[in-house]
């Protein structure tokens, strides 16, 4: 019985790790290209699910379960505000999704998008990446570092929308409020030009991409940090640390991610 | 030279006060309610609130036209003056923040 339950587990282990490292690369993006703001203004958002790091293959979305702005004490329902929008990826169009927000008073704006699982036929799973993108106004800090109740969710331990080429980002990974630990967070950045009025990426790379993923394992109370070797706009994507791990009968990797934006220290 | 010295002392306040009691900065945004009125938010780089924090406002001359104070909610309201005026947020030396009328936008 013993030797059953081992085989069984090692087999688990093994079709776990095939799944993790086919499912790579995956970034749904909740984009907008300026997260400080020192004055009120309307901001557009980006809901683009694709591979930055690549600048790959950009894949379909359906319409999202849920996407709201969380300010303060208040949550803000967005979804109805969304338009569907075709997306030029580098290699391939796409479906996404835009809309554009006002933000005016002083504080943290966290973006929230749930969107609906993503059937990965190369899997055979479904993928769902609950998304975090954060913006602040007039440098007020007013909970950027606090768990939204997500059912699972990066909480950022360095200010998300401030970060330093050369500095370190350190977030904390949550699995129904309770820490993480030993995920797979894989770590990406926006690698090429994001056309805003165009609805595209460039076909240009900006950079080298990395000779397999870039990642870090959430430790015992589901931290994990890392050092940002370049500006731009960085994602983390923890697989599959959500409780839901089923959808229509097929496996569901329900993922935590996190973006945040790094700068060079002039 | 007395002005020199004036300069020194000045500065010499600024740094014993930012080395002393705030790792923090202030921070002051106004914004033009389009209705005769304007509102002012405070708070502190550190998330803490201004409430209580001194408020000023002045006309072109430098005169207070106004003086109130941070409400609990780190807000303060007040009747736009006719022409140029300026916002003070003062949270003590080296702590103030000045904001022009003319970038008071709704």
Request: glycine share 10%; proline share 5%; net charge negative.
């Amino acid at each position: 019985m013993s030797d059953f339950l081992k085989k069984t587990s090692v087999a688990m282990a093994m079709s776990s790790a095939i799944l993790s490292a086919g499912a790579q690369a995956h970034f749904l993006l909740v984009y907008t290209p300026k997260v400080m703001l020192e004055k009120p203004a309307e901001i557009p958002l980006k809901l683009v699910f694709g591979h930055p790091m690549e600048n790959g293959h950009t894949m379909d979305m359906e319409q999202p379960e849920q996407f709201f702005v969380k300010f303060k004490d208040k949550q803000i329902d967005l979804l109805n505000t969304l338009k569907p929008v075709t997306w030029k990826g580098a290699h391939n169009d796409a479906k996404a999704y835009e809309t554009s927000y006002k933000v005016k008073r002083n504080g943290d704006y966290i973006f929230v998008a749930v969107p609906a699982p993503y059937y990965e036929k190369g899997e055979d799973i479904y993928i769902q990446q609950i998304t975090k993108s954060y913006v602040n106004k007039g440098a007020m800090p007013t909970g950027w570092n606090e768990p939204l109740g997500l059912a699972t969710e990066i909480v950022p331990l360095n200010k998300p929308y401030q970060n330093y080429v050369g500095g370190t980002f350190t977030g904390k990974l949550l699995s129904d409020g309770k820490p993480a630990a030993g995920i797979e967070c894989e770590i990406e950045y926006i690698n090429t030009k994001v056309d805003l009025k165009g609805n595209a990426f460039g076909k240009e790379n900006l950079g080298d991409v990395p000779g397999s993923a870039v990642v870090s394992i959430t430790d015992d109370n589901g931290m994990f940090t890392f050092g940002i070797p370049k500006a731009g706009t960085w994602g983390f994507a923890c697989l599959g640390s959500g409780p839901v791990s089923e959808h229509k009968g097929k496996e569901l990797s329900q993922d935590a991610v996190l973006w945040i934006d790094a700068t060079e220290l002039k | 030279m007395q002005n020199l010295i004036q300069k020194l002392i000045a500065l010499t306040a600024v740094i014993l006060t930012a080395a002393s009691a705030y790792a923090h900065t202030p921070l002051c945004s106004c914004y033009d309610n389009g209705d005769g009125t304007v509102l002012c938010e405070g708070g502190f780089s550190d998330g803490s609130s201004a409430s209580g924090v001194k408020i000023l406002v002045m006309d072109a001359s430098g005169n207070t036209i106004l003086e109130g104070a941070m409400s609990e909610d780190s807000e303060f309201e007040f009747d736009k003056p006719q022409g140029d005026y300026k916002v003070v947020f003062d949270a003590g030396p080296g702590h103030e923040v000045e904001i022009d009328g003319s970038d008071i936008v709704e």
